[in-house]
Structure formats: C-alpha cells, structure tokens
C-alpha cells in the first residue's frame, strides 16, 4: 500500500516539475496576484479593526482569515494540474462570502457562535443561492455584482474539454490523470481576479473603514487598473 502512495507522490512530483516548466509564466502570474490581491487589504484590515475588543468575530471575518488557505490551495491545485479542484475553491470563497454577509447583515447582534449554527442550517438550500442572496442584500452596484458573479460562472463551470482530456489520460494509462494545460491556469487567473474583485467589493461593504486605508495605497490603487477590477473601480472611483 505504501508502495502504491510513493508512486502517486512519484507522479505528482513529475507532474508539478512539468508544469513549471511548460507553464510558469501562468503559474507565476496567479502566485503575484495572490500576493497583490491580498496584501493591502491585510495591511488596512489589521490598521482599522484588528484591536482586541473593538468588535465582534463575524462571519466575513471569517471567509477572510479562509481566503489566505484557500488561495494557496489554488496555486497548490494549479501546479498539480488539479484545474477543476482549483475553480471548485474558487466558486466556493465566493458562495462563502456571499452568505456569510447576507446572514451578518440580517443578524447583526448576534455573536458568532449562533452565526455558525445559522449557517449549518441555511447551507445548501435553495433559497441561500448566491445570486438569489445578492438580490436581497442592501449594497450599491447591485446587477453589476451580479453580472460579474455570472461571467465568473460561466468561466468555471465544469467543461467538456478537461473530460476529453481525462479520457485521453487513462486510455494511453498515463497513471495519474492529469494533462498539463497552460490555458486552463491563465482560466484559473482571470477567474480569481474576478473572484477577488467581487470578494473585496463585499468585504468593504461590511466593513467600509478600510476603504480610507487603501485609498492611500498608491500601489493598490495602481492594481485596481492592471488587473481590471471592475467592482473595486466603482468603489474607489478609477478609470480603467
């Protein structure tokens, strides 16, 4: 059994050196996203809330703590060749924040340890669909959320190009199925610059302080236009 774990880890390993090789440009792009994407909101985050006893834990605090591990997961997944695991934790940041805000709005004087039960009971159902929720909350630049959230949708929903290309795998009993494809992970980048765009949107919605904080970040403010972040233009009033 071992033997058989060593050969997957084997193949895995080959796998992640061919996609460095072949695609690391694209590899490279998602990781530098990472890192712009996340950094200033972090910095302006922990200068206008992180004092202990200013406020209570919410549930977008929480998918934003989630954020960090699941970005690195994609680049993770990325690397590995694991293209639709990658746009499964990609829709999932984004159904997370999206009813995590929706609950934190309607229930703003509870303590978070009800929020989770709250959650635990809405999950899954019908009526908790992200664009059904996006309707009922009370923010500004409504359908072009929406908008966004569908391109995203289309972007990631599962294709029949990855199942012909699983096929083609285990037919020429490759092992491991999976086919290195550089398109797929510049799929994955344009699919996490709208994930961000929409995540962040929604993050200052809640939390509105840090917008004061970014607006002094010329880099930021410089990234909202190189990786054309439609929502967070509106909000910060950039011309791309």
Known sequence: MLRSLDAIEEGFRGIVKKSKEECGDELEGIRQ??????????????????????????????????LFRVSGHVLFLSCNALYRN???????????????????????????????????????KREYHAVRLIDELEIDHKDKLKKEYRKLSRIIHPSHEQVIATISDILEDKGVPATINCEEISKIYDSMKIMYDIFFFLFI???????????????????????????????????L
Do not use: W
């Open 205 to 239: 919605t809640y939390f509105p302080e840090v917008k004061e904080s970014l607006e002094k970040n010329l880099d930021f403010m410089k990234d909202i236009k190189v990786y054309n972040l439609t929502l967070l233009s509106k909000v910060f009033k950039v011309r």
């Open 86 to 124: 990658a746009f499964d934790d990609i829709r999932y940041v984004l159904e997370s924040i999206i009813q995590a805000l929706y609950i934190d709005l309607r229930h703003p004087k509870i303590d978070v340890t009800t929020k989770i039960e709250v959650l635990k009971e809405v999950e899954d």
């Open 33 to 66: 996203l990472i890192f712009d994407a996340i950094r200033p909101f972090l910095k302006a985050y922990k200068e206008c809330y992180l004092t202990e006893g200013k406020h209570a834990l919410s549930l977008v605090e929480t998918c934003f703590f989630e």
